[in-house]
Structures are given as C-alpha cells and as structure tokens.
C-alpha cells in the first residue's frame, strides 16, 4: 500500500512539473522582438509574465485607418509565440477568477475599449501556441482566440495614454502592497491596465 501511494506522489508531482511552463522554450531567435518578462511576488506568491516586445519602428500601431492593430480585433499582447502568465496563486483580476496555472494572454481591442483575454490554450501539438494569424510553420490558429470554449473569460482594463510615446512594448507587473497587484501595457500611445487581488 505504501509503495502504491509513494508511486501515485511521485506520479502527480511529475504531472505537475510537465504542466508548467519552461520560459527558456518560449525563446525565439527574432531580435526586433526579443523575450521580455515581468514578475512579482504578492503574499509570497510568484507572478510572471513572459511576452515578446516588439517596437514601433515607425508603424502605426493602434487606433485608425491603417493600424497595424486595428480597432475590433484581438492582438497577442507581444509577437511571436503567445505572451504567457504564470500564476503560484488563485487571483481575481478585475473581477475574473484566475485558479492558480499557466494561461495565455491577449487583447481584445474593442474600439478603445480594450479587456484582456485570459485562455486556457497553451500548446499546438508539440511547441507553443503563436495566438494570432499564421504561425511560421504554417498553422492557422487565429480561431484560438475567439472560441469561448479555451477563453478562462474576460477583464476590462483602464485605457490612458502615457506622458510620451513607448517604442518598446511594455508589460509591468507590480505590487502595491497588501495581497494587491497592478497589471500595466503600455505601447505607442496606449496604456492598459487593471488590478489584481491575490487570494
């Protein structure tokens, strides 16, 4: 019986390690993108975010004719492979109820009213999920994002814009104090952002 129960330890442990997600693996080899990441510790419980940052180069990127992200559609929070959140505890984000995992996170751009999208999917076969359009090896997996089915739900966020233009795209995570938190986006002319309550 005891060897029984050790085995089955042993057994969940291992499906809890294989489950997480390896930062290391989300890595790409795209410089005008390159892997960036956010993290805090609330109540002694890790937080973190790992997304792709592009930059404006020029572009134009939200709100109007000819935006790269145009108003009424849903963006992958980064480049690349889907930007990830990582969660040692159960949060409520705005109201969503987060039970403690791995998730992937996107944006949905609702005529400047943007909520952030918190989905259950995180692979495609064998590697991680792109999120939007096409993915470099030739998978479309757009439909992902707009399937309610892999969405854990949706959070409002706070739109502002900051003091100066952002180049870089820039996710912070932050705790306040207390068992609060604050997610903060900030690109090109937009801010995005929405508290947090660890549990």
Do not use: C
Not at 50 to 76: C, K, M, N, Q
Not at 136 to 145: H, L, M
Request: charged residues 20%; glycine residues 12%.
């Amino acid at each position: 019986m005891k060897r029984l129960l050790l085995s089955a330890l042993l057994l969940s442990g291992l499906i809890l390690a294989v489950a997480q997600v390896k930062k290391e693996d989300l890595a790409t080899k795209n410089t005008a993108s390159r892997g960036a990441e956010t993290s805090v510790t609330v109540n002694g419980k890790n937080i973190w975010i790992y997304y792709h940052a592009p930059s404006v180069r020029g572009r134009h990127i939200f709100g109007g004719a000819g935006a790269l992200e145009p108003d009424g559609t849903v963006w992958r929070l980064g480049a690349d492979y889907a930007t990830v959140l990582h969660t040692d505890a159960d949060l409520d984000l705005n109201g969503l109820a987060i039970p403690k995992g791995d998730y992937t996170l996107y944006a949905d751009l609702d005529n400047g009213q943007w909520k952030l999208i918190v989905n259950k999917t995180l692979m495609a076969g064998g590697r991680h999920i792109w999120g939007v359009g096409v993915s470099p090896d030739g998978i479309r997996e757009g439909a992902t994002t707009d399937d309610p089915a892999t969405e854990l739900g949706r959070a409002s966020l706070t739109m502002g814009k900051p003091s100066s233009p952002v180049e870089t795209l820039k996710i912070t995570l932050s705790g306040p104090g207390g068992a609060k938190g604050k997610l903060l986006i900030e690109w090109e002319n937009v801010t995005a952002s929405t508290p947090f309550t660890v549990k």
